[in-house]
């Protein structure tokens, strides 16, 4: 079984603060995602890694950096947390062969900033 | 423009009484369509992949089809543990567009 672990399933944190939440998955896929999910907005794009030390901007990367130093692990940073960026944060992972190829989602973090 | 839309946002269901869930999309290019289930304060759990026109895909009570403009999640004889949100999602030739999904509640 694919398994995607996230290092958080809730957190609080201040604004201003810099906050880190981590990603693994074990099934050595090379794409790696973070998305966040907010009602009525449905899941959003921030960044992905097709590979080690790779990263591409998604739809909303404003605010956000990530890392990635191993192939199962892929970090999201947010640099000096807002109150506009608590959500429930999503990593996801999959092959890259073929293009079409499924992602597997953590259980997510959700992310309260005060 | 791109984009995946669902319908209805949200269905009440009684136990055993069966209906469809509706993803309709403008995406160009369609490489795969993906069905997820999501319970609440959790994340997205894989439930199929379509590739094709004509394509259908079965799991216990739930079937998956999919046409050139939309792709129906068919529920039999719904039982309350299906209660969930249920998400799709459609990749073309570099991105994911994911619909809001479907809120369904069925009752006992």
């Known amino acids: 079984d694919v398994k995607v672990t996230q290092s958080s399933r809730y957190l609080v944190k201040r604004t201003g603060e810099k906050v880190f939440l981590e990603c693994v998955q074990d099934?050595?896929?090379?794409?790696m995602f973070w998305y966040r999910q907010d009602p009525g907005l449905g899941l959003r794009l921030i960044y992905f890694?097709?590979?080690?030390?790779?990263?591409e901007k998604g739809d909303i990367p404003e605010g956000y950096s990530v890392s990635r130093e191993k192939k199962e692990r892929f970090s999201l940073i947010l640099e000096s947390a807002s109150t506009n960026q608590t959500s429930m944060y999503l990593c996801?992972?999959?092959?890259?062969?073929?293009?079409?190829?499924?992602?597997?989602f953590g259980p997510g973090t959700r992310l309260l900033v005060l | 423009e791109d984009q995946v839309t669902q319908s209805p946002e949200a269905l009440r269901l009684q136990e055993g009484e069966s209906s469809s869930l509706n993803c309709s999309y403008t995406?160009?290019?369609?490489?795969?369509l993906f069905w997820y289930r999501q319970d609440p304060g959790k994340g997205p759990e894989f439930l199929f992949t379509?590739?094709?026109a004509g394509e259908e895909k079965e799991k216990e009570r739930l079937k998956a089809t999919l046409t050139k403009k939309e792709s129906f999640l068919h529920i039999t004889a719904p039982k309350p543990e299906d209660s969930a949100t249920y998400l799709c999602?459609?990749?073309?030739?570099?991105?994911?567009?994911f619909g809001s999904g479907t809120k369904l509640n069925v009752k006992p």
């Open positions: 890694s097709y590979d080690v030390k790779m990263k």
């Open positions: 996801a992972s999959s092959f890259a062969s073929r293009g079409a190829e499924t992602q597997y």
């Open positions: 099934m050595d896929h090379e794409n």
């Open positions: 999602a459609v990749y073309n030739f570099n991105k994911f567009y």
């Open positions: 995406v160009s290019g369609l490489r795969g």
């Open positions: 379509l590739y094709s």
